[in-house]
């Protein structure tokens, strides 16, 4: 059975919209039921407004790895040019950014009460960061059952 990737640019939010709905389409073409297709485009659309938000701009790759054991894999692959996530444990605890709590008075303003990866992490099989040339990239990854 051949791998498949498929890319999508991320500049705006209107991107974000896309791309999540095109993950759950991958999803589901490639074996993952309606819940767990859902679950990927929630991790899809945080993964890329992060992009928007935090990012500067980059791209959401979609892989099925049907190689991967024991059943396959599909991981979503962010890549964005935007500076390196300070602290991963940090940044995926709900209320925190990626240096600390973020201050109450300015939830309102900074537009994200910084649960996004909080929920990565609760719907993905794995969560990892790491640097490559010019950026990084985060990869949240879902295993077939
Ligand atoms: N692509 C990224 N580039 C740089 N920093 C990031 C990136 N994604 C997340 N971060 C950092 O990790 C923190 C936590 O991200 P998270 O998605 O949980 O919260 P948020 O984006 O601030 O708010 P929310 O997702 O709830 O709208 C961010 O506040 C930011 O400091
Ligand atoms: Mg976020």
New binding site residues.
């Given amino acids: 059975m051949p791998s498949e990737t498929r890319s999508f640019a991320i500049q705006g939010r209107s991107d974000v919209v896309v791309a999540g709905s095109q993950g759950r389409r991958f999803a589901v073409r490639h074996g993952l039921d309606v819940r767990r297709a859902t679950e990927l485009a929630i991790v899809v659309s ?1 993964l890329a ?3 928007v ?3 500067v701009r980059g791209e959401i790759r979609l892989i099925w790895s049907p190689e991967t054991p024991p059943h396959g894999e599909i991981a979503v692959e ?1 890549h ?1 040019v ?2 390196p ?1 300070h602290d991963l444990q940090l ?1 995926m605890t709900d209320g ?3 240096r600390g709590p973020i201050d109450p008075a300015l939830i309102l303003r900074r537009g ?7 929920a990565i992490a609760r719907l993905a099989d794995r969560l990892e960061v790491r640097e490559e040339a010019g950026g990084k990239v ?1 990869t949240a990854r879902f295993l077939l059952r």
């Fill in positions: 945080e407004s992060n992009i938000k935090h990012g962010a964005d935007g500076p996530i940044a925190y950014d990626d994200g009460l910084g649960t996004g990866l909080g985060l």
